[in-house]
């Protein structure tokens, strides 16, 4: 089984903060890490993804995220924040070799100006 | 950059009733995806697919069957549809990024 965790429904930050939202994720293997951006009434977008490498990975839009092996988290941030950053952010994971997708609940980012 | 389109973009159906919903991409992918979008639920994964004539369940595939026909076409059938599909609905293709649909609004009344 695999399941991905965002612990923070919602983030609220002030403009010029540094940002970081939470992901964990249980998988038997070494997955495929990613992360979406959903701007309101929007679809998804994709801003990142981890497959193997360096554990830091650049994406689109300033953020970064960080793969930790030993916690089993796949981290997003930026700094700073901008006010356009307000969004909501999935965390996914794809199991290695059975090319099934799972989402995180998302977290709801707020960036006040 | 991947293109891909659902139709129809709003759908009010009557429970009981049959709906399709279509997705179509024109960047020659293997693997398609439909979710539902619920609050508090992020995207569920209902039924996938690696290529024409291939569906696999996902995690919530009870009461959605899906049909791939073609490498560019893949559908999602309500036969008997139920207000709890009320959703907010997104195909999804790609190998690894996935690259998404505008989605579709269906209401079940």
């Known amino acids: 089984a695999q399941s991905v965790d965002q612990p923070d429904a919602h983030v609220t930050l002030s403009e010029g903060a540094s940002l970081e939202l939470r992901c964990s994720y249980s998988?038997?293997?070494?997955?495929?890490l990613f992360w979406y951006v959903q701007y309101p009434g929007q679809s998804l977008q994709f801003l990142l993804k981890?497959?193997?490498?360096?554990?830091v990975v650049k994406g689109t839009k300033g953020f970064e995220a960080e793969f930790r092996k030993s916690n089993s988290s796949f981290n997003l941030k930026k700094s700073p924040a901008h006010w356009s950053d307000s969004a909501k952010y999935f965390c996914?994971?794809?199991?290695?070799?059975?090319?099934?997708?799972?989402f995180g609940a998302g977290t709801k980012l707020t960036i006040k100006p | 950059e991947a293109a891909v389109t659902q139709s129809p973009r709003n759908k009010v159906a009557v429970t009981g009733g049959k709906v399709t919903l279509s997705c179509n991409q024109t960047?020659?992918?293997?693997?398609m995806y439909w979710y539902r979008q619920d609050t508090g639920h992020g995207l569920r994964l209902i039924h996938y697919?690696?290529?024409?004539?291939?569906?696999e369940k996902g995690d919530i595939p009870d009461g959605y069957k899906a049909s791939r026909p073609s490498q560019e076409n893949f559908s999602l059938i309500l036969e008997l549809a139920t207000p709890s599909q009320t959703s907010v609905y997104f195909c999804?293709?790609?190998?690894?990024?996935?690259?998404f649909g505008p989605g579709t609004r269906l209401l079940v009344l």
């Open positions: 998988y038997s293997a070494a997955p495929y």
């Open positions: 960047n020659n992918h293997n693997n």
């Open positions: 999804a293709s790609g190998e690894d990024t996935q690259y």
């Open positions: 981890y497959i193997t490498g360096d554990t």
């Open positions: 996914a994971l794809e199991g290695r070799g059975n090319e099934k997708i799972t």
């Open positions: 697919s690696y290529g024409a004539g291939s569906t």
